[in-house]
């Protein structure tokens, strides 16, 4: 974790259980997400979703978006309303 999100988590601005996007796709993203650049479609294509459903803190620049516990059970779940919508 760099210093400015460990500081933030450490001050209580943000929850020690959120993680970078590119930290949790080092950590628990290959799984779900084959290559980096299927995930980084993911977040674009359901960027709104995902923030409505708390799975997310999108910010632009160099701070980056924020990946929250939740992400790996939302993204299965929209994943699943794809695929049988596509059936």
Same mark, same amino acid.
């Given at each position: 974790?760099?210093?400015?999100?460990?500081?933030?988590?450490?001050?209580?601005?943000?929850?020690?259980? %959120?993680? $970078? !996007?590119?930290?949790?796709?080092?950590? #628990?993203? +290959?799984?779900?997400?084959?290559?980096? /650049?299927?995930?980084?479609? %993911?977040? $674009? !294509?359901?960027?709104?979703?995902?923030? #409505?459903? +708390?799975?997310?803190?999108?910010?632009? /620049?160099?701070?980056?978006? %924020?990946?929250?516990?939740?992400?790996?059970?939302?993204?299965?779940?929209?994943?699943?309303?794809?695929?049988?919508?596509?059936?």
């Amino acid at each position: 974790m760099n210093s400015s999100v460990q500081q933030a988590a450490e001050s209580g601005l943000l929850p020690k259980q %959120f993680q $970078r !996007k590119d930290d949790w796709y080092r950590n #628990e993203g +290959g799984g779900l997400f084959p290559t980096t /650049g299927s995930y980084e479609w %993911f977040l $674009r !294509k359901y960027r709104k979703a995902l923030s #409505e459903a +708390g799975a997310v803190i999108v910010r632009d /620049g160099p701070g980056g978006t %924020f990946i929250a516990p939740n992400f790996g059970a939302v993204a299965v779940e929209i994943l699943r309303r794809e695929s049988a919508a596509n059936v």
